[in-house]
Structure formats: structure tokens, C-alpha cells
Nanobody
Framework: QVQLVESGGGLVQPGDSLRLSCAVS????????VGWFRQAPGKEREGVSC????????FLADSVKGRFASSRDKSQKTFYLQMNSLEPEDTAVYYC?????????????????????WGQGTQVTVSS
């Protein structure tokens, strides 16, 4: 049974940094893509950053370029989203998702139906 558990959310001020973690278990191999998605109140869920199964393919949403970065520790089966220079507009519930797929990360991050496995989400609130 695949499980994803996010952690690291919280309440921060504009300009602060946070690092989210996603612990993955249950896949029978290391071949799975992982993505970070977020959903703000009243808005649709959107892809933020995704990493391919090989690690060679990545996607980063325009709204977070230059501020966010994702990484993957395969040995620990943990994925990270480093968020710097946080803005109030980044306030949302952040989810990690995974799927054993080799679709290009642009598609994986643009359509959340590609991922079957989702974490429970972690709240990030950016407010002064």
C-alpha cells in the first residue's frame, strides 16, 4: 500500500522560508514520479513542482520560479520542497503526489489526474 506523508507546513511571515517533506512508502520499485501541488481557498489545485522517476525531468510553475526548488533523496524515499521568499499568495494546502509513470513532468504537474497516490496535505500560511 503506497503512502505519502507530508510535513513541514506552518504559519510564516512574508519573505520567510519553509521546507516541506514528503515521505513515500509502499512502492515496489524506485520508478515513480513525485509532484508538489497546492490548493488555495476557492481555487483549483495546481502543480507547483514535479520530479520524474529518473530525476532527470523536472517542472516548476512560473509563479514559483526563482523561489521554490524540489529535490529527491531516493535512499531515504523522501522528497522536499524548499520554499523561499514566501508571499501571501503562496498560502494553500500543499500536497505531494506520486505515480509510477514516465510522462513528461509538464503533463504530470499540469493535470493532477496522472497521480493516483496523494498525501493528506499540509497547510502553509503566509501572513504578517
Amino acid at each position: 500500500q503506497v503512502q505519502l506523508v507530508e510535513s513541514g507546513g506552518g504559519l510564516v511571515q512574508p519573505g520567510d522560508s519553509l521546507r516541506l517533506s514528503c515521505a513515500v512508502s509502499g512502492f515496489t520499485s524506485d520508478f515513480y514520479a513525485v509532484g508538489w501541488f497546492r490548493q488555495a481557498p476557492g481555487k483549483e489545485r495546481e502543480g507547483v513542482s514535479c520530479i520524474s522517476a529518473s530525476g532527470g525531468g523536472t517542472f516548476l510553475a512560473d509563479s514559483v520560479k526563482g523561489r521554490f526548488a524540489s529535490s529527491r533523496d531516493k535512499s531515504q524515499k523522501t522528497f522536499y520542497l524548499q520554499m523561499n521568499s514566501l508571499e501571501p499568495e503562496d498560502t494553500a494546502v500543499y500536497y505531494c503526489a506520486a505515480e509510477a509513470t514516465d510522462v513528461p513532468m509538464y503533463y504530470f504537474c499540469s493535470d493532477d489526474s496522472y497521480a493516483r497516490y496523494w498525501g493528506q496535505g499540509t497547510q502553509v500560511t503566509v501572513s504578517s
